[in-house]
């Protein structure tokens, strides 16, 4: 079968961009909150180069295969995440391999890398991280209820799974899914917050508390590695997200406007709001967000 | 020796040989039972599939046994299952008490099973269904004391499953006059309507005991821990199976003929979903690893249950793909378990961790076990679900979707937690000298963790007899090519595409990060980490294992007080106390007995109007 | 040597007084003339079978032609009773054999002959006196047997199975008067063709007189507070006896009686109700016992009742049932009160906490007791399962649902106290006391039972052919009838 | 018709002694008095008025002058039956005597529940 090479080329090239554009947002979020604090902030490019600085550390310390293959499995659900999300909506360069998976898939996809994250810091030992990836997973539970409740009501309203329908579906300004089912889009973005991790819901890194959580234990390439698939996934799930709710991208401008505006929603709520308890976080997404999803469902019902 | 009853033949009396063989040489015990075991599987994968191979009369009722595709399916889930489970068991059961006992109560239970899978008809179902209970009863009470009163409950529960299937037999040839299978199905459209559904209900409450539906799963996280780690896998990975077997039948074959049917099917679909959902809570918090998976097994079972109850055709697939696959896993799982225990003599999470450096294939297999369980998509637990919800979501069951999607999110609590306890963490002072197991035992958690990768890359080879299994059920087709699912509204997963790019960035990226820097890398044991300025010391052991999701646990508050079991242990004491006065009649005095023959005597006398209907 | 019904209670009977004399001259020689009985009256049993399936042999003594003198009558009901009795008797007198007895033995044979010469007069007699006669000698005996060992339960027990089985007694001669004077004769067959004519209330008092008279000895509930001390104070093998042969043998009577002359369904309603009542009481306290005799006891009280529902659904198939599992509990129960003999004969105590880890020292009696345990509780691969299933679906046809559902609910109950008691004997104390090897002639007696269970378990087929001719004759009384007053029509 | 009436309530007594007396001696003995009484009743039923014995002694006696010899021969062997039973019974007594040293029926109460 003769290899399509646009589709090879926008292989190789979609995971680059997504760092680049990954990088560059968590630059400007830290400037941005510096500004808010009314300090300067870092240049933008601050994350690239501590990224860079990792990647070049002399001596890397593992505690095992687990522990070593932990950023290994992140990245991996990072840019598989990345393929199955079309990323600029008719160019072959950037629909990847999006026809092959659904919506189902990539839910389950993005707990890949927790999953496999989880295992490498259980191996390293530290009980900092053991009690992070806790406090992760019971979040995780927390937000993923009005996150699949939003879903839900989209699939059965759009009467399909798969992502490119729904963007196909969302041609022009006034149908994109987030006027037609609104409610759908508050839940997902307020499971958003939660899947960012920023303030309200950082008790999983919380630094005063468990030392970083998870990554305590992760030094030099690995957590370089961390970092770049921590920002290709941001993209990824911005991507996503645009996609679902915003009627995907036609070129690569709309795509950085739409997912920037994305993004700061969860880094502004971050700066001006202080740290939830596990089971405060738990509630609170069991409480508005989930009502919110019930009733995109119901309105869809009838 | 390809027939039917060839296969009970072997089965049973290598059972029995297998009990009388247990003084002889051990080394001949244990490789008969494992050839025999081989041979069986051959036989099962070579039956023809004909309704009716093996029928004799009995007082004026005929068993019929037969193969048809559905029975099949299962048949060949128990013959591979218990083929593994006897090699694992070889090792595992070295040294112990009374080997024959427990090689022949574990024929037993196979024959037992594969009688229940070939009748073509209720009586012989019923036959085959006392035997296994009451073989897997031995079982269960095998190992210590403290296991009777765990047996007892267990065996009270199944009795009361099976009775209730015995009252709808009885129902059923009460009105239709026979008890095939055939003659049952086409004659159950014509019976009125309450003895209709007095037989669906007794036969689900039957057939859902064994399964561990909730109301009636109080006996299952007993028995699965207390039963021999090797017996466990073939417990909750092919006896659970049989329940889904019956229900299976009731469902599609019987109820499917009545008016209420559809309200059969949203009962049992939410009480599928509910179980599913507090099995995981209970799993979330339980301590001991078996009795984790437990609770694990019977949230399993809830979603096959919905699977069925759901009755779309993608739905049906998913169940039977899951029942399968909760098989494999569920015995990987347990087999893992049980080398845990084998090595170290306890599965209690909270005295065991650290076990990956010197168990390094039980890690690999309980890691693919548990990716399997969470439904993550490399492997074969992902198309069960996807296809799962696809029919849940196409069939409009809206809310059924989220709670059993809540459900599997919150497995991922209790899935990690399980390897984290056992596998990862600090290493235990007294686990020091432990070693990997027995290549015996090795293989059949290998073999069964490649069939995972195996179907997760092709869940078609899976879903071929999954189909042609559908098709006995009510012809049900499902669309699948080798390795892409497809939903009703056409739209597809390709599993391989899926597997290559995961497979290819993975190995690409390990190795980049190897070569980079190998020389600097260093391995440092668990106990060189950041502590903020105290070292632990060598004995302390840091590894976070008690109260695990305390703040879960929190913000759950009080849904897990309630629990049917104390319901049950209340009545139980109650029924035994009232048995208790009721003895006291014999008051043990010669002359009150006399004085109740002159009373009974003279009652049939004074009220012979009312109980003879004739005036003095 | 012509074979004749006559002989199942001529040679007994004859054995019985012989046996006294015989021990004058040589105590061994006692212990082997039941045996030779039994085998020669199974054998007679085995020969005359065929033959009473095609015409019931009609026996008439002393000369009297039928509406006159005593008869017998050997019909596939009797044929299929008789030969239970013998098979089982020599298993009995098996295990009795080697039963150490303080007693001298001939005594204990002596009795035990006349128990089954009173049993088999019984199945046999045609003649409602000759019946009462019969009773009275099986009474007589058992309160003797149940009185052998000379221990102070022995005597309590005795004296309150006495004192029942008078009243019963006095019940039944109160019952054969009021026949008599209505109908002046005494022969079965006679009167089921003169009952039709005596007036309603006469009738009604006769019935209920031979319920509660012969409702004693077959242990229906409010009358049986004797069964549990007599079971549990006799001897082993003289309880296998009763719950084997005497209370089935009462039972068969009531119902012949019931079936000949009271046609009313009122009656067979009566009687299931009693049924169920002693199913359900016999195991619920079966379930509170501390002994394991008394447990046994009150667990075959249980059983009875579960034959006489089945009995008192009086179709054809029901009655089949009854017969099948009427079998089955005299193989079973007898089964497991010979394993329970040796096991507390050995534990030293009764109670069944002793029994703690017997599995170890006993292994063969304790398999024993297992097996029966397993078979009773109709657990398929053994006789009991299809039993009690014919009996379901018995009930299931006759649209008793509540029955099959209280017979399940009494299987629960029973299933609980018998699984606690095998796991007691397994898995309780892991003692290492060295093996204490059971009599071999026990052991034998056992391992046949256990194999009578198997083979029914796996064929009931062999039996059930012959149940349908003996339901049938039970059931229907015309062909009674005829065969012995000879074709006067009724 | 009076022997009717008199044989029921001697069988009447009989049940009272055996129900309400304690002492063991007399339960027996109201055994015994239920035995006649029933007895008393067996042979009333034959009775013909006027009837002789039922043996043909003399060669002018014809049947219908003799009383019914049926019940008589039932009588006969429930006599004896009587016999053995209260035989057994004082048997037991004696026994029950011994070990127990108490003739009162309620102190023997030790098979119970």
């Given at each position: 079968m003769e290899i399509n090479w646009l589709k090879v080329l926008g292989i190789l090239i979609t995971p680059v961009i997504a760092f680049i554009v990954g990088v560059t947002y968590g630059g400007l979020t830290r400037i941005i909150t510096a500004r808010i604090q009314n300090r300067f902030g870092p240049p933008v490019t601050q994350n690239f180069w501590d990224i860079v600085k990792l990647y070049s550390k002399k001596t890397n310390i593992q505690h095992g295969v687990m522990q070593h293959l932990a950023p290994v499995f992140a990245i991996t659900a990072s840019i598989t995440t990345l393929y199955f999300v079309p990323v600029i909506r008719e160019s072959t360069v950037f629909t990847n391999l999006s026809f092959q998976g659904d919506l189902i898939f990539l839910l389950y996809i993005m707990v890949f890398g927790s999953l496999g994250m989880a295992l490498g810091v259980g191996q390293s030992g530290n009980p900092n991280g053991a009690i992070g990836v806790s406090r992760g997973l019971s979040q995780m539970v927390g937000y993923e209820i009005p996150f699949v409740l939003a879903i839900v009501a989209i699939m059965i309203q759009f009467k399909t799974t798969n992502l490119n329908d729904l963007i196909a579906m969302q041609n022009n300004f006034n149908h994109w899914i987030i006027f037609q089912s609104p409610f759908a889009f508050l839940a997902a973005i307020l499971a958003f917050l939660g899947m960012m991790g920023y303030a309200p819901f950082d008790v999983v890194v919380a630094p005063a508390e468990i030392a970083s959580g998870p990554p305590s234990e992760f030094g030099g390439k690995y957590l370089g590695l961390m970092m770049t698939s921590r920002s290709i996934f941001t993209f990824a799930k911005l991507t996503l997200f645009t996609d679902i709710?915003?009627?995907?991208?036609?070129d690569f401008v709309t795509l950085v406007i739409k997912t920037f505006a994305l993004y700061m929603i969860p880094v502004l709520t971050g700066i001006v709001n202080p740290r939830f308890r596990t089971e405060q976080s738990i509630r609170f997404f069991w409480a508005w967000p989930t009502v919110f999803g019930i009733l995109a469902v119901l309105i869809v019902v009838w | 020796m390809f027939s039917i009853s060839g296969i009970f033949i072997t089965t049973f009396v290598s059972g029995l040989v297998a009990f009388l063989l247990h003084h002889s040489v051990p080394k001949i015990r244990d490789w008969f039972s494992i050839v025999i075991m081989g041979v069986i599987v051959y036989a099962v994968w070579e039956l023809p599939v004909k309704a009716n191979l093996l029928s004799f009369k009995l007082a004026n009722y005929n068993l019929v046994f037969g193969n048809t595709e559905y029975g099949r399916l299962f048949a060949l889930i128990v013959a591979v299952l218990g083929f593994f489970a006897i090699l694992y068991s070889k090792d595992f059961m070295e040294g112990k008490p009374r080997l024959g006992y427990f090689y022949m109560a574990f024929f037993f239970s196979i024959g037992g099973m594969f009688g229940i899978v070939y009748s073509q008809d209720l009586i012989s179902l019923f036959f085959f269904w006392e035997i296994m209970t009451w073989s897997s009863f031995l079982l269960v009470i095998y190992c210590c004391k403290e296991a009777q009163k765990i047996g007892l409950k267990y065996f009270v529960f199944s009795a009361i499953g099976a009775y209730s299937i015995m009252t709808a037999m009885v129902v059923l040839y009460s009105s239709i006059g026979s008890l095939q299978f055939a003659d049952v199905f086409a004659g159950f459209g014509k019976m009125d309507f309450w003895s209709q559904l007095l037989v669906v209900v007794l036969l689900l409450m039957g057939f859902g005991v064994k399964s561990a539906t909730m109301p009636l799963h109080v006996w299952a996280p007993g028995a699965y821990r207390i039963t021999p780690s090797s017996f466990t896998a073939i417990f909750s990975g092919a006896l659970s199976k049989m329940g889904i077997f019956g229900i299976g039948l009731t469902l599609f074959k019987i109820a499917s003929a009545t008016g209420f049917y559809p309200w059969v099917q949203e009962i049992l679909a939410w009480i599928g979903a509910l179980t599913a959902l507090f099995a995981t809570f209970y799993a979330v918090f339980a301590t001991d690893a078996k009795t984790l998976l437990a609770y694990s097994s019977i949230g399993q079972l809830g979603y096959i249950v919905t699977g069925l109850a759901i009755g779309t055709p993608l739905s049906i697939a998913a169940a039977l793909f899951l029942t399968v696959m909760h098989a494999i896993f569920k015995g990987m799982l347990f087999l893992a378990t049980g080398a845990v225990y084998y090595r170290t003599g306890t599965t209690d999470m909270t005295k065991v961790s650290g076990l990956i450096r010197k168990m390094p294939y039980t890690f690999l297999t309980a890691l693919f076990g548990i990716i399997t369980v969470s439904g993550v998509p490399p492997l074969a637990g992902f198309s069960g679900k996807w296809m799962l919800y696809e029919s849940l979501i196409q069939s409009n069951h809206y809310f059924l979707v989220v709670v059993i999607f809540f459900s599997s999110t919150a497995a991922f609590l209790y899935l990690y937690r399980y390897i984290f306890s056992l596998f990862l963490g600090q290493e235990e002072k007294e686990t020091e000298n432990v070693k990997e197991v027995p290549w015996l035992m090795r293989i059949p958690m290998l073999l069964l963790a490649l069939a995972t990768l195996v179907f997760g890359v092709a869940p078609g080879l899976l879903l071929h007899p999954v189909s042609a299994a559908m098709k006995y059920l009510g012809d049900f087709g499902v669309t699948y090519q080798t390795s892409v699912l497809f939903n009703e509204w056409g739209n597809k997963v390709d599993m391989l595409t899926v597997a290559n790019t995961i497979g290819v960035v993975f190995i690409i990226v390990t190795i980049i990060i190897t070569i980079k820097g190998y020389r600097s890398t260093r391995y440092v044991t668990t106990k060189d980490i950041h502590t903020s300025g105290e070292v632990p010391t060598e004995n302390e052991n840091l590894t976070y294992a008690v109260d695990f999701y305390k703040p879960f646990e929190r913000a759950l508050g009080s849904v897990l007080k309630a629990s049917v079991d104390k319901i049950y242990n209340a009545t139980g004491r109650i029924l035994e106390q009232s048995f208790d006065y009721l003895r006291y009649v014999y008051t043990g005095n010669g002359q009150t007995y006399a004085m109740y023959v002159v009373l009974f005597l003279t009652i049939l006398v004074v009220f012979s109007e009312l109980i003879f209907g004739i005036k003095l | 040597m012509n074979l004749t019904p006559v002989q199942f209670v001529a040679i007994p009977l004859f054995a019985a007084f012989l046996i006294p004399i015989v021990a004058k001259i040589s105590k061994e020689a006692v212990k082997y003339i039941p045996g030779i009985v039994f085998l020669y009256l199974a054998y007679v049993a085995f020969t005359l079978f065929p033959k009473a399936l095609e015409k019931p042999i009609v026996e008439i003594i002393a000369g009297f032609k039928p509406p006159f003198g005593i008869v017998l009558y050997f019909g596939p009901t009797a044929a299929f009773l008789v030969s239970m009795v013998m098979v089982v008797g020599f298993v009995i007198w098996l295990y009795s054999f080697?039963?150490?007895?303080?007693?001298?033995?001939e005594k204990y044979y002596m009795l035990f002959m006349m128990l089954i010469t009173g049993a088999t007069g019984i199945m046999l007699t045609g003649d409602v006196f000759n019946l009462f006669v019969f009773f009275e000698i099986t009474a007589i005996a058992a309160y003797s047997l149940t009185a052998f060992l000379r221990d102070k339960d022995g005597a309590e027990a005795a004296f309150k199975y006495l004192l029942i089985g008078s009243f019963s007694s006095t019940f039944f001669l109160l019952a054969i008067a009021l026949i008599y004077s209505n109908t002046h004769t005494l022969n079965m067959a006679d009167l089921a063709v003169k009952m039709?004519?005596?007036?309603?209330t006469t009738k009604l008092f006769i019935l209920i007189l031979f319920i509660s008279g012969l409702g004693i000895e077959s242990e229906l509930f409010p009358l049986n507070g004797w069964a549990p001390d007599a079971y549990s104070q006799a001897p082993t093998p003289v309880a296998a006896v009763f719950a084997g042969i005497v209370v089935k043998a009462s039972l068969y009577a009531l119902l012949r009686l019931v079936f000949l002359m009271f046609n009313w369904s009122e009656v067979f309603y009566l009687l299931l109700v009693l049924g169920v009542i002693t199913m359900l009481v016999g195991e619920m306290s079966a379930m509170r016992q501390h002994q394991i005799k008394r447990m046994l006891a009150f667990s075959s009280i249980g059983q009875m009742g579960l034959i006489v529902i089945a009995f008192s659904i009086a179709t054809v198939p029901s009655l089949q049932a009854g017969f099948f599992q009427m079998v089955n509990h005299v193989l079973i129960k007898s089964l497991l009160f010979f394993s329970a003999g040796y096991l507390v004969f050995h534990s030293g105590s009764k109670d069944i906490s002793a029994l703690d880890g017997l599995g170890k020292e006993k292994p063969i009696t304790s398999f024993f007791f297992a097996f029966g345990a397993l078979a009773i509780l109709g657990?398929?691969?053994?006789?009991g399962f299809w039993g009690k299933m014919f009996i379901l679906m018995a009930a299931g046809n006759s649209h008793l649902l509540l029955v099959v559902v209280l017979i399940l609910i009494s299987g629960i109950i029973e299933a609980v106290y018998y699984l606690r008691v095998i796991s007691r004997l397994y898995f309780y104390k892991e003692t290492t006391k060295e093996v204490r090897r059971t009599p071999v002639s026990g052991l034998v007696a056992m391992g046949i039972l256990t194999v009578l269970i198997i083979i029914l378990g796996l064929y009931p087929n062999t039996i059930l052919a012959y149940l349908k001719p003996a339901a049938n004759d039970l059931l229907h009384r015309t062909e009674y009838i005829n065969a012995v007053l000879g074709q006067i029509h009724l | 018709m009076i022997f009717y009436v008199t044989s029921i309530l001697v069988i009447l007594i009989g049940i009272y002694a055996v129900l309400v007396k304690k002492n063991l001696i007399k339960i027996v003995i109201g055994l015994s008095i239920v035995d006649s009484g029933v007895n008393l009743l067996l042979i009333s039923i034959g009775y013909v008025k006027h009837g002789t014995a039922p043996i043909f002694s003399r060669p002018d006696l014809t049947a219908a002058q003799m009383v019914d010899p049926v019940p008589q021969a039932l009588v006969l062997t429930a006599i004896v039956i009587g016999l053995g039973v209260t035989a057994v019974a004082l048997a037991l007594v004696i026994r029950l005597y011994d070990h127990h040293k108490t003739m009162d029926i309620n102190k023997i109460r030790k098979l119970k529940w």
């Open positions: 709710f915003l009627g995907g991208a036609g | - | 080697k039963f150490i007895i303080r007693e001298p033995s039709q004519n005596v007036d309603v657990l398929p691969p053994f006789s | -």
